[in-house]
């Protein structure tokens, strides 16, 4: 009897890259989300554009603690891809859409009953808490959505069939574009709901992405390969895995939101204007983290695939081809905006002072993303491949030093741009935590 030895697939430069680059589009084109309500709100006034930053980050803390569970999630499902368990990717689709339906729930219930309280008492402006308020009421609406299309998101990734992300973000962004500015300036019988409608239009895009994402599976994934669908059920023992996974990821995402939370309640201390250029500024640091956040999480996502398939030695060549690669790719970006960065700041707002008063901060968090790209490259890939402890304690410590740096120095200065070199602390403190771990190589266990 004769035995076909299957191919390895080889995971080369040339495979991260087409893997990378569909993710890389979805991310730039969620990011839109984000640019298009600061765009938007930025022709609106300060305020608006300075309470879209509290809130908007504010909301991020609640959205991770559903991205965390499901990057636990994504590592899981990877390692089960390499392994060709498929079935159990199946089992663990269903019991991540469960639990994250309850926890938005609960996290619904939460902000609804909490966040005017904390707005009035965290914010120096009434004017801003009030915003910031009205944008979280109606933003918090799209949890149940946006968790559910993470899971869908995390098992394209760790199935490496990302292609797919590109176009359901193509469709969430199409749909928030027309839809702020329907909603924020008003048209036809349609009034102008400013900030509200901002939130409205960002909710309305989360339930569009959803069903994108379900249709598809549907239509064109072969689902009972991997028992996606059917008779939904709750697994203790594999939710007590997921959870255990995807805990220290919950605790650390959630935690560096809220440490941005902090800096940016620390900002708006300092006036409306910073409010509103760390906003700006935000937005753009965003941006380029698309690139380490599609190289890392493709790189963690085969990196866990290969210890999967008993292929550990090939994992440390495979994140070095990785973060060249991430590097050689944003480094154009990053001269072109630096070459014309009044033009680049003119996309975001059209107030020639906030230009202005922008640009000394711009240039600090441009020169961040040097330290950025090895440290935030090596905690996507460390918890794609399930080391969701050594990449939370790193993150933790990290939040810790930066908002003592961010104290201290809000204290002893009014410049915002002094203000942003917290993020130099965040990115040296995550780098050196994540290097000696790697080189404990606790990476390599299954």
Known sequence: MSVVVQPQQRYNSSYIFRLAIPLMLSFLLEQLIGMTDVAFLGRVGEVELGAAALAGVYFLTLLMLGFGYSFGLQAYMSRRNGEKKFSEIGSAFQSGIIFLFGLSLLLIFVSNLLSRPFFDAACESAAVAEASDTYLFWRVWGLPFAFASAVFRAFFIATLRPNILTASSLVMVGTNFVLNYMLIFGCGPIPAMGIAGAAIASTVSEVVCLAFFAWYALRRVNHQRYALFGHFHWEWALQFKLFKLGRWLMIQEAFAFFAWLIFFLAVEHLGELPLAISNIVRQLCSTFFLFIHAFGST????????????????????????????????????????????????????????????????????????????????????????????????????????????????????????????????????????????????????
């Open 299 to 446: 790189c963690g996502a085969i990196a866990s695939n290969l210890i999967g398939e008993g292929r550990e030695e090939e994992v440390p060549a495979l994140c070095r081809r990785g973060v060249v690669i991430c590097t050689l790719c944003m480094l154009p970006f990053m001269a072109f905006v630096c070459l014309f960065p009044k033009f680049t700041l003119s996309i975001f707002t059209s107030f020639d002072d906030v230009i202005a008063a922008s640009l000394p901060t711009f240039f600090v968090m441009m020169g961040s993303l040097l330290i950025a790209i090895p440290s935030m490259y090596t905690l996507f890939v460390m918890g794609g491949m399930g080391q969701t402890k050594e990449s939370s304690v790193a993150t933790m410590l990290a939040a810790v030093f930066y908002l003592v740096f961010t104290f201290g120095i809000t204290h002893m200065t009014q410049d915002v741009h002094i203000v942003w070199f917290a993020d130099y602390v965040y990115y040296i403190i995550t780098g050196i935590v994540l290097w000696l771990y790697w080189r404990r190589g606790t990476w390599r266990q299954h």
